[in-house]
């Protein structure tokens, strides 16, 4: 019992530990792009992300699969005893991504205008593209170093070198674009161009540049650590007495059987991007003969600004998913259905708790940050946070249920539903844009309702392959409930505030009070019990000054 509680608590703390490093990373991500956004201007956010729409699409192919598919085969192996194994398994991965790697940052390079051009509408964005080459290849390696250690039951390392990639890429990008800015500004000047695209152009691309660094910096701390832990490898592997060797052929078989799966239902989601900014620009451009300035400023706000905001809290998803699919294999290993079921129910908890009041806080406090961060230059962004903070909830709670069923080794499920999808959010969005001429609105509603679709059949696929019923009342009525309460507070506050201490003094202290008010209720209504509190980073201390003001 004591060794089952025991792996509950590391399940629950290397998935805070991912999450806090996701979080941080995210808000260094947002306090960078605050301002490289008023460096480079809307329009340079749309090359930005038109570029960066087609790099996450090669760095999926390529590598993006590859930590979950290492960490799923490693934990296997581990949980079998199988230390030798594992490492072959490591070494087999490796090998794939230096080929695959190389080859995905070829295909970047020279395939740049192409992508750029002819298939997104936005041939500005090639110079983004070239620079983001160097980061396919750096990813790829980076992908199996952190895959491996997530296998070997510890996200220590993939979260620092998360914040690493984070803070090199901050600084470098800031630098960059403001340099290259004004040098592409100088350009249109000498050519006796008035209003040209250069410095946006050239500033984008400066952006990017951080983003290849920033993996190298990341990928150079990986490295120091596996140096270090070799020692612990290699007392393991002397240890292992169950290994029958396996052929490197029959390792990459298994990695390569769990890494089309994941890349399939990936892919789905990445491309959903590249078509929903294809077809809108040319259902805008083409159809619509809408201005192109202003079509680039709506794409620019939509990808720069909403969707920056609303992928912070998702990042706890997305750590809950790398930390669950370990855990989750290593109990489907045991066959211990029971520990399948905890962990799923403790997953799913933890991102609603995160997730629901985000997306209650940003419908309710939408326009002050965007005003905190002066990023409210355009009526368009704060109704995007108003009508489609929601997203927050859904794309977490699909991100993890897509985890949850790739741990449980289904696979192909997450494919098949992320096609449904795909289409069937295709052919709302182009009802809404066209038929509707909701523009930019129209990309959001259909972008949530994909979220909302996968959430829907990820959940059935769950409830029959685990027998599974989800807990409703700790992880969304108490949650809700709670973040209700804290949204109306907030914004009843913030109205008479703000004309009294001015909107970012008024908005940091709403933020803060957001946070304090959410924990209070969900304190009070018992939506977290003092073991799951325990199980945290620092657990017994929030543990001690929680029972010290009478809260637990």
Request: aromatic content about 10%; hydrophobic content about 50%.
């Amino acid at each position: 019992m004591g060794k089952k509680n025991s792996s509950k608590s590391n399940y629950i703390m290397q998935g805070s530990i991912l999450a806090i490093a996701s979080i941080v990373s995210r808000i260094i991500g947002l306090l960078y792009r605050l301002p490289v956004t008023n460096i480079i201007t809307d329009h340079g956010n749309d090359y930005y992300s038109a570029a960066y729409e087609i790099y996450n699409v090669i760095l999926l192919i390529s590598s993006y699969s590859l930590p979950l598919a290492v960490s799923k085969v490693v934990s296997a192996k581990v949980a079998l005893g199988e230390y030798r194994n594992s490492w072959r398994a490591f070494k087999g991965a490796l090998y794939m991504a230096l080929v695959v790697g190389a080859a995905g940052s070829a295909l970047t390079f020279f395939g740049a205008g192409f992508f750029t051009g002819t298939l997104l509408n936005t041939p500005e964005s090639e110079l983004c593209l070239k620079v983001l080459a160097l980061a396919v290849f750096v990813m790829a390696v980076m992908g199996v170093l952190r895959g491996f250690f997530q296998g070997m039951g510890t996200m220590m390392p993939t979260a620092i070198s998360q914040i690493i990639e984070q803070i090199v890429n901050a600084i470098v990008s800031i630098a960059a674009a403001s340099y290259l800015f004004s040098y592409g500004v100088k350009l249109d000047a000498a050519a006796g161009i008035t209003n040209g695209k250069s410095g946006a152009i050239y500033g984008a691309a400066g952006s990017t540049l951080g983003t290849s660094l920033g993996a190298a910096a990341g990928l150079l701390f990986l490295i120091i650590v596996m140096l270090m832990y070799n020692r612990v490898l290699q007392k393991n592997m002397r240890r292992d007495h169950v290994s029958r060797q396996e052929s490197y052929a029959s390792t990459l078989r298994v990695l390569i059987m769990t890494i089309v799966p994941v890349i399939l239902s990936t892919a789905v989601y990445n491309i959903s991007g590249i078509v929903d900014q294809g077809v809108f620009k040319y259902l805008m451009l083409d159809v619509q003969k809408a201005d192109k300035s202003t079509v680039e400023i709506y794409w620019g706000i939509y990808v720069g600004k909403y969707k920056l905001l609303t992928n912070v809290p998702i990042a706890v998803a997305s750590a809950l998913s790398a930390s669950t699919i370990p855990a989750l294999t290593r109990a489907r290993i045991s066959g211990d259905w029971d520990e399948m079921r905890k962990k799923t129910e403790g997953a799913i908890r933890m991102v609603m708790m995160i997730c629901i009041p985000s997306a209650f806080g940003l419908t309710a406090l939408g326009e002050p940050i965007l005003d905190l961060l002066s990023w409210n230059t355009n009526e368009i962004a704060p109704k995007l946070f108003l009508i489609g903070s929601a997203s927050v909830i859904f794309y977490g709670l699909s991100t993890l249920t897509n985890g949850i069923l790739q741990g449980i080794d289904r696979m192909q499920i997450p494919v098949r539903n992320a096609v449904i999808a795909l289409v069937t959010h295709l052919l709302l969005m182009i009802s809404l844009v066209q038929l509707g001429k909701l523009h930019i609105y129209g990309v959001v509603l259909a972008y949530m309702f994909f979220a909302i679709l996968m959430c829907i059949l990820n959940g059935a696929a769950i409830r029959k392959h685990l027998d599974y019923h989800q807990e409703i009342k700790r992880t969304f009525l108490i949650p809700g409930v709670s973040s209700l309460i804290m949204a109306l507070a907030v914004w009843l506050l913030y109205q008479p505030l703000h004309k009294v201490i001015g909107v970012r003094i008024s908005t940091l202290l709403c933020l803060i009070l957001a946070v304090i008010i959410y924990a209070f209720f969900v304190l009070l209504l018992h939506g977290i019990t003092e073991e799951e509190l325990r199980s945290f980073p620092k657990g017994r201390t929030i543990v001690r000054i929680l029972k010290r003001i009478h809260l637990i």
